[in-house]
């Protein structure tokens, strides 16, 4: 699986939008980009994820660059309950089996201010 | 409510000691992933079991070992126990096994060794 960068933390202020950056720079083309999120200790929770087009659903956007190296998720309107840990996790094909495995990193810890 | 179980919530337990943790998967999820978080290891992929069988192995210790069901649900046997044991493990389950499908958590196992 590619890896990915994500800065440590970063601060919006409530009712902002959230911009949280990921860098895949050796990303495939058959790896897809995921975003989960966990808040305090409970189990990750799914966001979106994408392959080369930009996605959007109820909680959130993911822009992907052109070149697939790096992407965006983006919370429109971030409320205190968003303030979690989020991860960018590259994920793809495994061997000659087919895996969902996720490899976590360290995440970006968003910190929502009122 | 992600719909995926785990009990117990919380354990306890001394050195050298086995326990089971158990996980059931949403209704129709074949996949079942077993991650562990410890403070300084953060999320780390243990092992994944589809339809009953091994699918996946991360790094999991040999004195760990688990199962999936022919009702899907799984178990988390960890033996000798040690204090480094102490930690949240999240269970979480797919539809399928591949790289496509998101997977949910259940809200977690806190296992201390003392």
């Known amino acids: 699986d590619a890896k990915t960068t994500q800065p440590p933390s970063m601060d919006c202020a409530e009712g902002r939008a959230a911009n949280l950056p990921c860098n895949h720079s050796?990303?495939?083309?058959?790896?897809?980009v995921y975003w989960y999120r966990q808040i305090h200790s409970q189990g990750p929770q799914y966001i979106i994820h994408g392959l080369k087009n930009n996605e959007t659903n109820e909680m959130a956007s993911l822009i992907i660059t052109e070149d697939r190296k790096s992407s965006t998720l983006i919370l429109p309107h971030a409320t205190l309950r968003d303030t979690a840990v989020y991860y960018c996790i590259v994920r793809g094909l495994h061997g000659s089996g087919n895996t969902g495995k996720l490899i976590f990193g360290q995440g970006t810890t968003l910190q929502v201010k009122p | 409510d992600s719909g995926v179980t785990q009990t117990p919530k919380h354990l306890i337990t001394a050195t050298g000691q086995r326990v089971t943790l158990r996980c059931s998967p949403r209704?129709?999820?074949?996949?079942v992933y077993w991650y562990q978080q410890s403070l300084d290891q953060g999320l780390q992929f243990l092992i994944q079991y589809y339809n009953g069988e091994e699918r996946a192995k991360g790094n999991i210790l040999e004195r760990f070992s688990a199962q999936q069901f022919p009702d899907l649900h799984s178990e988390l046997n960890l033996s000798s126990l040690e204090l480094g044991d102490s930690a949240l493990y999240f269970c979480?389950?797919?539809?399928?096994?591949?790289?496509?499908?998101?997977?949910?958590f259940g809200p977690g196992t806190r296992l201390t060794v003392l």
């Open positions: 209704s129709g999820d074949l996949s």
């Open positions: 979480a389950s797919s539809v399928e096994a591949g790289q496509g499908d998101e997977q949910f």
């Open positions: 050796t990303i495939s083309g058959n790896e897809y």
